[in-house]
């Protein structure tokens, strides 16, 4: 690990102990029932936690936010997730909003009051944003929002949502809108559930003829893209730490696994075949952990990408080599270790889709 300031260390010896203390009582009940824990990221707010990327508010620190990501990973992959989302939409208001708009939404959002999520994904367009088909048209000197998203994070649980709508016909036009729940013409539709990552809150919305003053565009009309840079760093390290944490859990689970688990009276632990597997995953999360803290020290966007596409990759080969070290046991649903996963297996495909990276990494070299 990286040398941590005072501040920093405060701030992983608090979240470990919330952590602990709030949420993993309620871990199996977000796995078994999909329940959604909005109390959690209210505290996690009132704590604040939320403030780390928010230099008006708190400090801009993403080491301290990769930190607590992984700390919260480490017990609840799915509430991790939902703190990624919620920071990165509160950065994306800090970095492109007015005055006004931070005003009126951040200050709440740091505290958890509002709790705030990007809705981009549509089931036409999939990950590629420019092929988005919600749109928002002139009238008068408001908007008119319609269309629908989908694999919305929280799409029926946020407060406030940054949604990004066509606005012009060029094809490279697209604006950002704040749209906050209470909107009239905002519809919730289907919740979907996910083989792993429960209580999330995944789901689709729509835009049914919602009307929007001009004041709730967030960054300038007609250039709502920049929003998918200016999250890409906080979305591609959060979604490293998840990885991260994940494959520190399944490292834990298996060490003692192979100390405990006896064969013909001898621990795995003395097979060398086993042996060798552990610490091949001991390395693997070594080695991912060097790569995420690097990049959230570095402003690097390239750090960044690569953090993701490490950390996620190797998150799945070392949650399946843990598996396999369980031997038929690691293959029963109501254990930790096939659930690790499976939620391991959903990340690349989110937080920029890892089939997007390369050509993302690619732009930032030229």
Not at 51 to 58: N, Q, R
Request: hydrophobic fraction near 45%.
């Amino acid at each position: 690990m990286l040398c941590l300031s005072e501040e920093q260390s405060i701030i992983k010896g608090s979240i470990a102990e919330f952590t602990k203390r709030r949420i993993e009582p309620i871990e199996k009940r977000i796995e078994d029932d999909d329940y959604f824990p909005m109390d959690i990221l209210r505290e996690i707010g009132k704590n604040g936690f939320f403030s780390v990327m928010l230099p008006g508010i708190g400090v801009q620190d993403t080491y301290s936010f990769s930190l607590i990501a992984e700390e919260i990973s480490k017990v609840s992959p799915e509430v991790a997730w939902l703190y990624v989302t919620h920071v990165a939409a509160s950065y994306a208001l800090d970095k492109l909003g007015t005055e006004e708009q931070k005003d009126s939404y951040l200050r709440k959002m740091a505290d958890g009051e509002i709790i705030g999520t990007i809705a981009i994904t549509e089931s036409s367009s999939g990950a590629t944003a420019s092929a988005i088909a919600s749109s928002a048209r002139k009238y008068e000197e408001n908007w008119i929002l319609e269309g629908s998203k989908t694999f919305i994070t929280m799409g029926g649980d946020a407060d406030l949502y940054a949604v990004l709508a066509k606005t012009h016909e060029d094809p490279a036009a697209f604006t950002t809108f704040i749209v906050l729940k209470s909107d009239v013409g905002l519809e919730l539709g289907t919740h979907l559930i996910g083989s792993a990552m429960k209580g999330i809150g995944w789901g689709e919305i729509s835009f049914n003829n919602l009307i929007l003053e001009k004041h709730r565009i967030l960054g300038k009309e007609n250039e709502g893209i920049k929003i998918i840079p200016t999250i890409a760093r906080i979305f591609s390290i959060g979604a490293a730490s998840i990885s991260l944490g994940i494959m520190e859990r399944a490292l834990e689970l298996v060490s003692s696994h192979v100390k405990e688990r006896k064969i013909a009276c001898k621990s795995l632990l003395s097979n060398q075949t086993v042996q060798d597997k552990l610490f091949h995953l001991y390395a693997d999360t070594e080695a991912a952990r060097s790569l995420v803290y690097r990049a959230s020290i570095n402003d690097d966007i390239r750090l960044a990408y690569s953090a993701k596409l490490f950390s996620t990759e190797r998150s799945i080969a070392v949650t399946e080599s843990a598996v396999s070290l369980f031997g038929a046991t690691g293959y029963e649903e109501s254990l930790a270790i096939p659930k690790l996963l499976n939620k391991a297996i959903a990340v690349p495909l989110h937080f920029i889709n890892n089939a997007i990276l390369t050509g993302l990494f690619i732009t930032a070299i030229d």
